[in-house]
Nanobody, 125 residues
Framework: VQLVESGGGLVRPGGSLRLSCAAS??????????MGWFRQAPGKEREIVAAISRSGSNTYYADSMKDRFTISRDNAKNTIDLQIDSLKPEDTAVYYCAARQRLRQNLYDVRFDYWGQGTQVTVSS
């Protein structure tokens, strides 16, 4: 499975972005995959932002992401999105899409099998 993120860029504080992740390859398997978004800011460790179950019925958000981030998926299009509102400078990071086929006990489990190359989000005035 290959994952390709898009939608990053330079945005002013308070603005919004919608990141997308397109899956290809063994796409028939994406229906059986939990998906997630992670981010890594300069000088910091990668952290989970949000995750969504294979059916889309369950979502998880990191505590600090609950208010401004929305994860969604479209299995028919093999895509997942991350809507980010009210962007802050501290949201500046490379955002990664991830997928896993193995069912984990918790959606927030950070063990994912497939990763995209990332898309840069820079929030600055």
């Amino acid at each position: 499975v290959q994952l390709v993120e898009s939608g990053g860029g330079l945005v002013r504080p308070g603005g919004s972005l919608r990141l997308s992740c397109a899956a290809s390859g063994r796409t028939s398997s994406i229906y059986t995959m939990d998906m997630g978004w992670f981010r890594q800011a300069p000088g910091k460790e990668r952290e989970i932002v949000a995750a969504i179950s294979r059916s889309g019925s369950n979502t998880y958000y990191a505590d600090s992401m609950k208010d401004r981030f929305t994860i969604s998926r479209d299995n028919a299009k093999n895509t997942i999105d991350l809507q980010i509102d009210s962007l802050k400078p501290e949201d500046t990071a490379v955002y990664y899409c991830a997928a896993r086929q193995r069912l984990r006990q918790n959606l927030y489990d950070v063990r994912f099998d497939y990763w995209g190359q990332g898309t840069q989000v820079t929030v600055s005035s």
